[in-house]
């Protein structure tokens, strides 16, 4: 078994949290703290770019928080939107191709659109996944994968000794994606709510105070660096271990 130094980092997500307070703390409106996280976003992509970091899951906004005021909501669709057009071309450059994780059939028309075409014009690229989680919840993610398998089995598509942990993972919507190897989560919330359940099974999770609009690249970098000083067993003993 390798230690983490010899195990790259090539999956890292993010609950980008702690925007509202953020905003609190300056007298300003929470809404203004969620634009200042989303001009955050660009330079932590540059960060994974640079450090050979092959996909990136980022947090946007859960199924839980339709439970906050409509115009807070309206507000955090409105500047993703902002997000994708200002950044398209140079993600499309950068060769790194848009995924979504979730069901974005309940955004505003507007916000689809963008994503939709975001998704579209990078949908060969290669180089790096850029995962917007977005309207996603990790149970209606896991239930969605069961449901799919069940209709699969019910049309003769497979068979149930075929359902394995392989199998259930290539019905989530991380499919084809390797497991998360690093959480972080901003703000100092000490909870992964509902994010990511199944691809965090053997993730280090690091929770820095800083609220996300804070989050610098050289906060990250330490936060990589955190990583590759972990020992991650899965289970074994390593060879310094025995
Ligand atoms: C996270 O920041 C952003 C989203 C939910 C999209 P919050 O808005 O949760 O910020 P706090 O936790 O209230 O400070
Ligand atoms: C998680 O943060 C969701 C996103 C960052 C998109 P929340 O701020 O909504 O989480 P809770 O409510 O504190 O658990
Ligand atoms: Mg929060």
């Not at 970091?53 to 947090?59: A, N």
Request: proline residues 3%; hydrophobic residues 35%.
């Amino acid at each position: 078994m390798a230690k983490s130094k010899e195990i790259k980092l090539k999956h890292v997500a993010f609950i980008m949290d702690g925007n509202g307070r953020w905003a609190k703390r300056r007298g300003l409106p929470r809404h203004l703290g969620h634009k200042a996280g989303c001009d955050r976003i660009i330079d932590i992509y540059e960060e994974c770019l640079a450090q050979d970091i092959k996909v990136m899951s980022l947090y946007a906004f859960s199924t839980e928080n339709w439970n906050r005021p409509k115009d807070e909501i309206n507000h955090l669709f409105n500047y993703l939107d902002i997000f994708f057009k200002k950044q398209i071309k140079r993600i499309i450059k950068d060769g790194s191709r848009v995924i979504i994780s979730g069901d974005i059939s309940a955004l505003p028309k507007k916000t689809q659109k963008t994503i939709n075409e975001a998704i579209e014009k990078t949908k060969e690229c290669k180089n790096f996944v850029f995962n917007i989680c977005l309207n996603y919840g990790g149970k209606a993610e896991i239930v969605r994968a069961a449901k799919l398998l069940a209709e699969e089995v019910k049309n003769n598509k497979i068979k149930i000794e075929d359902i394995d942990e392989n199998a259930f993972s290539n019905h989530l919507y991380t499919a084809g994606l390797p497991d998360v190897d690093l959480l972080i989560r901003t703000s100092g919330e000490l909870r992964t709510s509902n994010y990511l359940p199944w691809q965090l099974a053997y993730a280090e999770f690091i929770f820095p105070e800083i609220p996300w609009p804070d989050f610098t690249k050289e906060e990250f970098r330490k936060c990589i660096n955190e990583y590759y000083s972990r020992n991650r067993r899965f289970g074994g003993i390593n060879d310094d271990e025995k």
